[in-house]
């Protein structure tokens, strides 16, 4: 079964630190470039970041650059949202998301949803 | 950065009647070497992540049901769900991803 799986997220302070995790599985990982997308309660989708299939190429919303890394380890299937400098408008809940077809460019659809993990910044 | 305005807001359907959400984009998201528009829609249910009903604007993902359809060009589309079904009840998405992917505000459905 294609699935991502999230973890990582909970309760920091505002200034704090956190590194989410995305397990894939089902899928040929390597090939796929990935995505995180977050949610805060009650409101609508918000693209965060994305990386290629190989880690080579990331980019970054304005209002997460110079706070968020993205990452993958692709011997591991693993996707990664490193956040530092937390602010509380980043509380959401994070999301990690495949692209649709593999080996493109990037700009594609996102077929593959994980179920989320919140991340609430708060003192 | 390519902006996503929806419309309406939010929709009330009677079950069995057809059900129309509007977007739009601030820039055409058509490619022009392979004549594709950069365009999907997503059905998010609460406490579930969204769902992939259709890309290129107008391409059914697998397995969603016929009575979605996709349809538009250059800056303007349409979600039309034919038969409105109780199941169909959720918050609908477009977004673009000729650029940076940015998505539009949300539509509530819900049933009359």
């Known amino acids: 079964e294609v699935q991502l799986v999230e973890s990582g997220g909970g309760l920091v302070q505002p200034g704090g630190s956190l590194r989410l995790s995305c397990a894939a599985s089902?899928?040929?990982?390597?090939?796929?470039?990935m995505h995180w997308v977050r949610q805060a309660p009650g409101k609508g989708l918000v693209w965060v970041s994305r990386?290629?299939?190989?880690?080579?190429?990331?980019s970054y919303a304005d209002s997460v650059k110079g706070r968020f890394t993205i990452s993958r380890d692709n011997a591991n299937n693993t996707l990664y949202l490193q956040m530092n400098s937390l602010r509380a408008e980043d509380t959401a809940v994070y999301y990690c998301?495949?692209?649709?077809?593999?080996?493109?460019?990037?700009?594609?659809?996102?077929?593959?949803w994980g179920q989320g993990t919140m991340v609430t910044v708060s003192s | 950065d390519i902006v996503m305005t929806q419309s309406p807001d939010s929709l009330a359907v009677s079950l069995g009647e057809r059900a129309t959400i509007n977007c739009k984009s601030s820039?055409?998201?058509?490619?022009?070497?392979?004549?594709?528009?950069?365009l999907a829609w997503y059905q998010q249910k609460p406490g579930q992540p969204p769902k992939l009903l259709i890309y290129w604007a107008s391409t059914r993902d697998s397995g969603v049901p016929d009575r979605f359809s996709g349809s538009g060009s250059g800056t303007d589309f349409t979600l039309t769900i034919s038969s409105l079904q109780a199941e169909d009840v959720a918050v609908y998405y477009c977004q673009q991803y000729y650029s940076t992917p940015s998505f539009g505000q949300g539509t509530k459905l819900e049933i009359k």
């Open positions: 820039l055409s998201v058509l490619y022009s070497s392979n004549n594709r528009h950069y």
């Open positions: 089902g899928f040929t990982f390597s090939s796929y470039w």
């Open positions: 998301a495949r692209v649709r077809a593999a080996g493109g460019r990037g700009n594609d659809a996102f077929d593959i």
């Open positions: 990386i290629n299939s190989d880690g080579s190429s990331t």
